[in-house]
């Protein structure tokens, strides 16, 4: 168990609407990190928050967007989903805003299927 | 543009010999580098890394090579065990600046063969 929890594991809609994916990060930590994984393809980053304040911006499309809240758990949010954007999203966690010198811990995922 | 590659999607290994993954990249900006595995319906656990500062880290089975002429970098595990059948994912960072995120390769399937 990594101590990072995401919420829902499976996650099935329809095209066209809006879901929101739940992070909570390990005990402590104030990174967040969103990645999402399609098939056959490596993790691509998506957006990065730092306690509360977004820090980086990878891959993630103007539907999606992300919030950290005081609490330090992060939502991501996809609307208008489309078919393409079903994937493995992961969020992972680390105490520092950089990999250098600390590794990140990642949750198991949620499955979002579009159909 | 895929900065990280794993060229290899999946590698089958007799139980008791050594794997080699293998991973190159292209931005020489790159000074921190990861190893993550992953089993399915999990996510991805840190396994080792390596600093640009040096050539090889070892902890326990696994050992990372990097060569930074060559932008490559692999991991070994000596000796497989069929509980390391996963995928390993090679990752890599840049140091400092604003952005601090991984660039992830697409992952090599490793299958242990008892």
């Known amino acids: 168990d990594s101590g990072v929890t995401q919420t829902p594991k499976h996650l099935i809609t329809a095209t066209g609407q809006r879901v929101t994916l739940r992070c909570s990060p390990r005990s402590g930590d104030l990174s967040v990190y969103w990645y999402q994984q399609s098939l056959d393809q490596g993790l691509q980053f998506l957006i990065h928050y730092y306690n509360g304040e977004e820090r980086a911006k990878g891959n993630i499309l103007e539907r999606f967007s992300a919030q950290q809240f005081p609490d330090l758990h992060s939502e991501l949010n996809l609307s208008s989903l489309e078919l393409g954007d079903s994937a493995l999203y992961f969020c992972?966690?680390?105490?520092?805003?950089?990999?250098?010198?600390?590794?990140?811990?990642f949750g198991q995922g949620t499955r979002l299927t579009v159909v | 543009d895929q900065q990280v590659k794993q060229n290899s999607p999946s590698l089958s290994v007799q139980e008791g010999r050594i794997s080699i993954l293998n991973c190159d990249y292209t931005?020489?900006?790159?000074?921190?580098f990861l190893w993550y595995k992953k089993y399915p319906a999990e996510g991805p656990t840190f396994l080792i890394s390596i600093s640009s500062i040096k050539d090889k880290n070892e902890d326990g089975r696994f050992t990372v090579f990097l060569n930074k002429s060559a932008k490559h970098l692999s991991l070994h595990i000596v000796p497989s065990q069929p509980g390391d059948s996963a995928v390993y994912f090679c990752?890599?960072?840049?140091?400092?600046?604003?952005?601090?995120?991984?660039?992830f390769g697409t992952g090599t399937l490793l299958a242990v063969q008892p």
């Open positions: 990752a890599a960072s840049a140091a400092g600046g604003a952005t601090n995120k991984l660039i």
């Open positions: 931005n020489s900006m790159f000074d921190y």
């Open positions: 992972a966690s680390s105490l520092f805003g950089t990999f250098m010198n600390t590794e990140a811990f």
